[in-house]
C-alpha cells in the first residue's frame, strides 16, 4: 500500500454536507459522482494529498443507509491506494483477510476497489483502491 487515498464519511443528506465540508476544509467540492453499482452518491474534497468522500445512499435499501441506520453518519472507510489491487488482494486472502469481492470492481474518482470485511480489521472497513487501467 502506497498512502492514504481517502477517507469516507457516510452523510444522510448530500446537498447540506458539501457547504460545511467545503468551509471545514476551506476547498471546493471537485466532485460528484453517482456510483451506481454501490448505490451512492458522492462528493470529493482533496485535503494535501488525501482526500474526503462523502457518501449518500441511493435508496433506502441500499448500504450506506443501512450503515447510517446502524451506526449514525460519519466515518464510513478508510481507503488505501495500491499500484496493483489484484496482486495486493492476492496477498492479503494469503494473509488471511476476507475480501467482500472476489473482483475489483469500479468505483468513484476513476477508481477500481475492493474492500476487506471489517470482522478482520477490528471494525474498520478497508478499501483498497487502484486508478482505472487506460
Known amino acids: 500500500m502506497r498512502k492514504v487515498d481517502h477517507i469516507g464519511i457516510a452523510v444522510k443528506r448530500l446537498h447540506e454536507l458539501i457547504p460545511v465540508y467545503e468551509k471545514l476544509l476551506n476547498t471546493e467540492c471537485y466532485k460528484q459522482e453517482t456510483v451506481a453499482s454501490e448505490k451512492v452518491n458522492t462528493a470529493f474534497f482533496k485535503t494535501g494529498d488525501t482526500k474526503i468522500e462523502l457518501l449518500e445512499s441511493l435508496e433506502p435499501g441500499g448500504v450506506i443507509a443501512k450503515f447510517i441506520e446502524k451506526r449514525g453518519e460519519g466515518l464510513h472507510h478508510i481507503a488505501f491506494d495500491v499500484a496493483d489491487i ?17 473482483q475489483p470492481k469500479n468505483g468513484a474518482d476513476n477508481k477500481i476497489v475492493c474492500f476487506l470485511h471489517p470482522k478482520n480489521t477490528h471494525g474498520v472497513l478497508v478499501e483498497l483502491c487502484q486508478e482505472k487501467p487506460q
Open 86 to 102: 489484484k496482486a495486493e488482494m492476492e496477498r492479503l486472502k494469503q494473509e488471511g483477510f476476507e475480501l467482500l469481492s472476489e
